[in-house]
C-alpha cells in the first residue's frame, strides 16, 4: 500500500488502521455508514445561498462575499480542498476589496458534513488569514465536530485515490 498522503499528519496507528480498512474493501463502508447521504447543493447559485447562511450565522460582521463557486480548477493534489480568496483593486481613487470563496467541484456529490467542513474552514480563513489555533477555535464554533469531520474528509480523499468515487451512485 502507498504512503497515505491526506493523513501523513496523524499518528502511525491511525494510518495503520485505515490502511486495514483499504485493504480489506471496508473503507467504502465506513464512510457510508458514517455519512449515508449526499447534499443538496447542485449549482453555484445553491451553493452561495448555503455559504451565505452559514456566514450570517457566525460571522454577520465580516465583510461580504463577492463570489461564492464550486471550482473544477481546484486540485487537490496542491493540497487545496477550497480556496478564500481576497482580492484588492483600486477603482476611481478608492480601494476595493472582495472576498471569494471557491470549493473542490470534487464536493459537489458528497455527504452535507463535507461540504460543511470546507465551507466552515474557507470561512473561517475572513477572520483568521493564518491557520493558527485562532483560527482551529472559530472552526470549531461554528462546527463543534470540524476536526472529527476534517479526519473523515481526509479518509475520503484517501478512499478516491485508492479506491474510487464512494457517492457517485447515490441520490
Do not use: W
Not at 480556496?83 to 476611481?92: A, E, F, P, T
Not at 461554528?142 to 468515487?165: I, W
Amino acid at each position: 500500500m502507498s504512503s497515505l498522503k491526506y493523513l501523513s499528519a496523524y499518528s502511525p496507528d491511525l494510518q495503520q488502521q485505515i490502511t486495514e480498512l483499504l485493504e480489506s474493501d471496508r473503507l467504502t463502508d465506513y464512510l457510508l455508514k458514517k455519512y449515508p447521504l449526499v447534499h443538496s447543493v447542485p449549482n453555484d447559485n445553491a451553493l452561495r445561498e448555503y455559504v451565505i447562511a452559514i456566514k450570517n450565522q457566525y460571522l454577520k460582521k465580516s465583510q461580504p462575499l463577492s463570489k461564492v463557486v464550486f471550482d473544477k480548477k481546484i486540485h487537490v493534489v496542491d493540497n487545496a480542498l477550497g480556496l478564500h480568496s481576497y482580492v484588492s483593486r483600486v477603482q476611481g481613487g478608492k480601494l476595493k476589496s472582495k472576498n471569494e470563496i471557491r470549493i473542490s467541484t470534487l464536493f459537489k456529490n458528497t455527504p452535507v458534513e463535507f461540504l460543511n467542513m470546507i465551507v466552515v474552514h474557507e470561512l473561517a480563513h475572513l477572520k483568521q488569514k493564518e491557520h493558527n489555533k485562532a483560527f482551529y477555535q472559530l472552526c470549531c464554533h461554528m462546527l463543534p465536530n470540524y476536526h472529527q469531520v476534517e479526519f473523515d474528509v481526509r479518509v475520503y480523499l484517501t478512499h478516491l485515490e485508492h479506491k474510487g468515487e464512494v457517492y457517485q451512485n447515490l441520490p
